[in-house]
């Protein structure tokens, strides 16, 4: 992701971590003539959870009636449905069903129905476990009801992150990649806040806002509020080929216990399958390996949903990290001392979808209560609409012809898997991607059945003649995640090669 050089200097609100939260608060603050600077210590966004999640929208159900979490989910469901045209990401309205068996199961399901009413979830039903099979007819035998949700839905993540924080930077905001937060600045007494250090320097602000998702609590301890503790846990995932993304249409759920909201399976806003995740904390924010014994956990949960998901059509598997903490809910609070100074930490599942609510919620907050050194003067020049890059694997065939007659990259294919042209990898690189992993996040190529081994080479080329390298300097991810270690062959004068 592109980001400007840095010359640090002076704004009115530093959001710190460029997640789902941090995105949409940057967005809802360009509303305003607001100076924000976001600061992301990733090469890439969206990185972290945000990038390895379940992209489910929740109902609301399944939050604790009068918790921080409740007063956000629902309508942060409401807001998905309402921007994701306005923003140009995908959002497939496919609903969910909890899936229970026998009579102490249904009794939860009754409890889950009952939450979701007093937290203003519409469209809940609890249904047999014969209508459950009416429509998804691959679903196991055993399970005897389900709670279904018309208002589930399924986003692509990745879109989500960079919609939000596309129109943000279109709307005045900045964002600063591979800068991390190593302190904050004070003023002489501690009673205030007035920036940050990184190790690109300092960033002057009155207002800091901490969205910096498993290392949360670090930055919450340098503001001297020690209220929070982040238990990083890992969930691990599978992704299937989409030729068997059929199977199911909607977002499928175990009955939750005390890990969590159990293994899922879903078909993905991309008509992959997807299954997970697994529940195990661990000391390490930064470790998302996965493991053997993980992913056989995710996948002997997915069976108790649906038997016969064909192992060997997985294409990946992945695992991400929950920002699990000791309060078992969203930490959402201005501090009085020092002053300035936002938490916006603990946002485990569902942070996703409370993330829009959240973040109107982060901007009232910071207008009732630092007003006097923020000046919520509205942006006359915002614009609420921003367009993703054209997904030629979705136009129809008189599209497709019209864009390769404007420009011939259009008819040049780079991906076959997921049918990505050249032109839109070029696009993606202009709109700030700058390794084989951010052009993936943007427009998808190496996200089908071969994983990149086809079209790696070729996203590794446009990627050095685009932004005037060697191909030995593109990365897959940033830092030392170099692809390449030498070259093989050397043009000769004649036009040859040794």
């Known amino acids: 992701?592109?980001?400007?050089?840095?010359?640090?200097?002076?704004?009115?609100?530093?959001?710190?971590?460029?997640?789902?939260?941090?995105?949409?608060?940057?967005?809802?603050?360009?509303?305003?003539?607001?100076?924000?600077?976001?600061?992301?210590?990733?090469?890439?966004?969206?990185?972290?959870?945000?990038?390895?999640?379940?992209?489910?929208?929740?109902?609301g159900f399944?939050?604790?009636?009068?918790?921080?979490?409740?007063?956000?989910?629902?309508?942060?469901?409401?807001?998905?449905?309402?921007?994701?045209?306005?923003?140009?990401?995908?959002?497939?309205e496919c609903g969910s069903f909890v899936c229970a068996r026998g009579e102490a199961e249904e009794r939860h399901l009754d409890l889950l129905y009952s939450q979701g009413k007093a937290n203003g979830v519409g469209g809940l039903?609890?249904?047999?476990?014969e209508k459950l099979r009416d429509k998804e007819p691959h679903t196991a035998p055993d399970i005897t009801a389900a709670l279904w949700c018309s208002s589930?839905?399924?986003?692509?993540?990745?879109?989500?992150?960079?919609?939000?924080?596309?129109?943000?930077?279109?709307?005045?905001?900045?964002l600063f990649m591979e800068t991390e937060v190593q302190g904050l600045l004070f003023d002489e007494s501690r009673s205030s806040v007035r920036g940050v250090i990184t190790n690109r320097g300092n960033f002057s602000a009155p207002v800091v806002v901490n969205a910096a998702g498993v290392h949360a609590d670090v930055i919450s301890g340098m503001a001297g509020d020690d209220s929070?503790?982040?238990?990083?846990?890992?969930?691990?995932?599978?992704?299937?080929?989409?030729?068997?993304?059929?199977?199911?249409?909607?977002?499928?759920?175990?009955?939750p216990s005390e890990r969590g909201k159990g293994v899922t399976v879903a078909r993905t806003a991309d008509h992959n399958l997807l299954l997970g995740p697994t529940s195990e904390r661990q000391e390490s924010r930064d470790d998302v390996n996965t493991t053997i014994s993980g992913l056989n956990e995710a996948f002997e949960g997915?069976?108790?949903?649906?038997?016969?998901?064909?192992?060997n059509m997985a294409i990946t598997v992945f695992s991400g990290l929950r920002a699990n903490s000791n309060l078992n809910d969203f930490y959402i609070k201005a501090?009085?001392?020092?002053?300035?100074?936002?938490?916006?930490?603990?946002?485990?599942?569902?942070?996703?979808?409370?993330?829009?609510?959240?973040?109107?919620?982060?901007?009232?907050?910071?207008?009732?209560?630092?007003?006097?050194?923020?000046?919520?003067?509205?942006?006359?020049?915002?614009v609420p609409e921003r367009k993703h890059i054209p997904r030629f694997m979705d136009l129809t065939m008189e599209e497709r012809k019209e864009l390769a007659a404007s420009d011939p990259a259009w008819g040049q294919i780079v991906c076959r898997c997921e049918t990505v042209t050249e032109a839109q990898v070029v696009e993606a690189i202009r709109r700030g991607a700058r390794t084989v992993a951010g052009v993936k996040l943007q427009v998808r190529p190496g996200t089908g059945r071969c994983q990149g081994g086809f079209c790696a080479p070729r996203v590794v080329e446009i990627l050095a003649r685009e932004l005037g390298v060697s191909p030995l300097e593109i990365t897959r991810y940033g830092g030392d995640s170099y692809l390449l270690s030498s070259e093989i062959k050397t043009p000769l004068l004649s036009g040859g090669s040794k």
């Open 152 to 174: 589930a839905a399924i986003v692509n993540n990745f879109e989500a992150v960079l919609a939000f924080i596309e129109s943000a930077r279109k709307n005045g905001a900045e």
């Open 62 to 92: 399944d939050d604790k009636p009068g918790s921080v979490i409740a007063k956000f989910c629902s309508k942060g469901n409401r807001l998905y449905h309402a921007l994701h045209e306005e923003l140009d990401f995908k959002l497939s």
């Open 228 to 255: 929070l503790t982040i238990h990083p846990t890992r969930g691990e995932y599978f992704i299937f080929d989409r030729n068997i993304g059929s199977l199911v249409t909607s977002f499928l759920f175990s009955c």
């Open 1 to 59: 992701m592109q980001t400007r050089a840095c010359e640090c200097g002076n704004y009115d609100v530093i959001i710190i971590g460029c997640g789902i939260v941090g995105a949409t608060i940057a967005r809802e603050l360009s509303r305003y003539k607001i100076r924000t600077a976001v600061l992301e210590k990733a090469s890439e966004i969206p990185s972290g959870a945000s990038k390895a999640n379940s992209s489910m929208i929740h109902g």
């Open 335 to 382: 501090l009085d001392k020092p002053r300035g100074f936002v938490n916006v930490a603990g946002i485990k599942s569902p942070g996703l979808t409370s993330a829009p609510a959240i973040a109107e919620y982060v901007a009232e907050t910071i207008k009732e209560s630092l007003g006097d050194v923020v000046k919520f003067e509205p942006n006359p020049g915002f």
């Open 302 to 311: 997915s069976k108790r949903l649906v038997p016969r998901i064909p192992r």
């Open 125 to 129: 039903e609890i249904v047999s476990g």
